[in-house]
């Protein structure tokens, strides 16, 4: 039996059998086959979720060996994929035809099936999460059944799988509405919070891609500004080396002391804020996007409405200071479009997201917790893929589609063959 754990190192199991097949018809008999041995089922993408949501002792089912392109229509810009391909190769496939996802997050080793499982965003206020982009999903079911629905097929089971955590089945093929390939200049640059704070409407109306980071107990800020440009792309290895040793080495050889000493956080972000340059680049949008992330973290990120945005920052900044925490990573802020997808934490209204991080091996549990209830008071929706510490009836409360997910689920899933008990507890109630 082999031991699994997620990205971060946070959540450990060992599933008593693990499955990698590479066709359809495998995966299918999989399934039939687990029904009828009455053994539950869980699917792992790429394992980066920070929450249990692939932890079982039971069967696990790894797309890695499911990948590639399945079908192109270039007059509609669509591409359907297998499921377990990763970011990166649908980057590089999708350029090779001239096409390219609209947005994505900062790094690009997940799975395409697992990043829209959790509703995985990036940032832009004109851009939805990465779900969004999906406009047909083929899956098998816990009837072991295969489904095909779309925007215009089978839509309520389409909005309910668009963000399902694996809850309905093992997602087979993705179909994506992309645009043609675009570059992208980006730069970044130090600036002061309370300023930023003060603009980021009037950034994001002139800005495709801003965010920013706050480095805790300063108010400076590195905000990262990406806008489509018309130069030549280049790829500045140099740069990128450089950028590298900055953001992951250096910046884990000054983290790690914090472990054994953690009154230094404060210094380390000082001094980490001082070092924080200014940058820029040119390249194939897909390229500028992701980020190497070599550097461990656990992480908890909330959505809250757009316009409450800078009150509710302003709040984290004040309670941090009375606080005093022993943190040092910068907190991510990231500006996402409203949409209609059912348990999308971005449902029905413009939104903010501010994702707290700490080093691992910090403890993390009591600051998270604090910064949690500022954003839960702002009627903050956590990610569905990082730490958060609600369960299925505070899910209800917030998600005004929460029964309509649950009729589906239980149509699509009936004897719960895919819900572990970790998915029991946040979408049972
Ligand atoms: C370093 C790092 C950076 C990150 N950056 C971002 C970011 O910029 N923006 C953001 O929003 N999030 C970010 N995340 C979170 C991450 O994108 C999500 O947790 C995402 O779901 C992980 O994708 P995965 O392929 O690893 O899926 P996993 O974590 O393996 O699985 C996630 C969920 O998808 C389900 N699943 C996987 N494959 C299938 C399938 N074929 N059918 C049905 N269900 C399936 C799993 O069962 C599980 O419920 C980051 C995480 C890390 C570790």
Not at 226 to 246: I, P, Y
Request: aromatic share 12%; hydrophobic share 35%; proline share 3%.
């Amino acid at each position: 039996m082999h031991t699994m754990s997620n990205w971060s190192g946070s959540v450990r199991y060992t599933p008593s059998q693990i499955f990698s097949p590479s066709s359809e018809d495998e995966l299918v008999k999989i399934v039939r086959n687990c029904i009828d041995l009455k053994k539950k089922i869980r699917i792992i993408g790429s394992g980066h979720s920070f929450t249990r949501l692939c932890e079982t002792d039971q069967v696990l089912i790894s797309l890695d060996h499911y990948k590639g392109i399945v079908s192109v229509n270039k007059e509609a810009r669509e591409i359907t994929v297998k499921a377990g391909t990763k970011i990166y190769e649908f980057g590089d496939l999708s350029h090779q035809l001239g096409l390219a996802q609209e947005n994505l997050g900062d790094i690009d080793r997940q799975s395409m099936a697992g990043s829209i499982s959790t509703g995985t965003h990036g940032t832009g206020i004109g851009f939805g999460n990465i779900s969004t982009q999906v406009t047909a999903i083929r899956f098998v079911n816990g009837k072991g059944e295969v489904v095909n629905c779309s925007e215009t097929d089978n839509h309520d089971i389409f909005k309910a799988t668009q963000i399902s955590l694996g809850s309905f089945g093992i997602i087979l093929e993705l179909t994506f509405r992309l645009t043609e390939s675009y570059k992208l200049e980006f730069t970044s640059g130090k600036e002061n919070l309370f300023d930023v704070l003060g603009r980021y409407d009037e950034i994001n109306k002139t800005t495709r891609n801003f965010e920013f980071y706050w480095f805790p107990h300063t108010e400076t800020v590195q905000t990262k500004y990406s806008n489509v440009s018309e130069k030549e792309a280049k790829d500045n290895k140099l740069g990128l080396w450089f950028d590298n040793v900055m953001e992951n080495h250096l910046f884990n050889a000054v983290s790690f002391p914090t472990r054994y000493i953690p009154s230094l956080s404060s210094s380390v972000a000082k001094l980490s804020a001082a070092l924080s340059g200014t940058s820029s680049k040119v390249n194939w949008s897909h390229k500028v996007y992701a980020l190497p992330r070599t550097v461990l973290f656990n992480e908890m990120e909330y959505n809250v409405p757009y316009e409450a945005f800078a009150d509710v920052k302003k709040e984290v900044v004040r309670v941090f200071k009375d606080r005093k925490f022993d943190v040092h990573f910068p907190t991510e802020n990231r500006f996402v479009k409203g949409d209609d997808i059912w348990l999308s934490p971005a449902y029905q209204r413009q939104s903010a997201y501010i994702a707290f991080h700490v080093y691992k091996g910090n403890p993390h549990q009591h600051y998270f917790k604090v910064m949690e209830d500022i954003c839960r008071s702002y009627d903050g929706r956590p990610h569905w893929g990082k730490m958060h510490t609600l369960q299925a009836a505070d899910f209800q409360k917030i998600y005004p589609k929460w029964e309509d997910f649950q009729a589906v689920r239980k149509t699509q899933d009936p004897e719960g063959i895919f819900l572990s008990d970790y998915l029991r507890e946040v979408l049972v109630s």
